[in-house]
């Protein structure tokens, strides 16, 4: 069964500091991988997307890696805006079907001033 | 606004009643998809259709839930007698088939079954 775990489920942190989300699959045959953010009461938007031979993929503050031997991924999150609280979903896309999204439980994160 | 339009926004209704959700995607998008998402969870996929034809559907789709999109533009998702669990975020998505696809998602209409 495809799976993504993430971790962890909720984390504060205090503006203008960085944080780390993880994420780890079980989907085969791996496609690609992307991160989302979804802000409260909103629809989740794309923030990066890698595919197996990338490894590390930016997109202003945000930074993300996968590991494709491991089956791991991370987002790190540079100097946090308060702008920054939201969840942060993994969704991960089967390779023999492309467009079928495996989707974590997501990160919620909060930013304090 | 040319992103996925959703509609309504929320809807609170009592058990027992029909309920029918919209979704404009982005008007080139042939793909479209309906996810359901709970409270602190990831969307879960409801089915998904290309142009009219709707190509997948999954487990979690009961009896009572229909999906249609009789022009290949905008869809419907219609629960009938609805039950207290049905109560989530209703979320859908469109794109474009292409390697890699990003599907873009639609604001969500929120639903609570009393």
């Known amino acids: 069964k495809n799976q993504v775990e993430q971790s962890p489920q909720s984390l504060i942190i205090l503006e203008g500091k960085n944080c780390t989300l993880q994420?780890?699959?079980?989907?085969?045959?791996?496609?690609?991988l992307r991160w989302y953010k979804q802000d409260t009461g909103r629809g989740p938007v794309s923030l990066t997307i890698m595919t197996f031979s990338e490894n590390t993929k930016s997109n202003g503050r945000y930074t993300a890696t996968l590991d494709a031997d491991t089956k791991q991924s991370s987002l790190h999150i540079t100097a946090s805006q308060l702008s920054d609280s939201a969840s942060y979903i993994c969704v991960v896309s089967a390779g023999n079907a492309g467009n079928m999204l495996t989707f974590g439980g997501g990160t919620r994160l909060m930013v304090k001033p | 606004d040319t992103g996925v339009s959703q509609n309504p926004r929320h809807k609170i209704t009592k058990r027992g009643q029909n309920v029918t959700f919209r979704c404009d995607p982005i008007?080139?998008?042939?793909?479209l998809y309906w996810y359901r998402q709970t409270l602190g969870q990831g969307p879960e996929f409801l089915t998904y259709?290309?142009?009219?034809?709707?190509?997948?559907k999954s487990r979690l789709l009961s009896d009572r839930f229909s999906a249609e999109r009789p022009k290949g533009s905008f869809s419907t998702l219609e629960i009938q007698r609805t039950e207290q669990g049905d109560s989530a975020m209703y979320l859908c998505?469109?794109?474009?088939?292409?390697?890699?696809?990003?599907?873009?998602f639609g604001p969500g209409t929120r639903l609570l079954v009393l």
């Open positions: 994420c780890n699959y079980t989907v085969s045959p791996f496609s690609n």
């Open positions: 008007s080139e998008h042939n793909r």
């Open positions: 998505a469109s794109s474009l088939p292409a390697a890699g696809e990003t599907q873009y």
């Open positions: 259709f290309q142009n009219e034809a709707q190509l997948e």
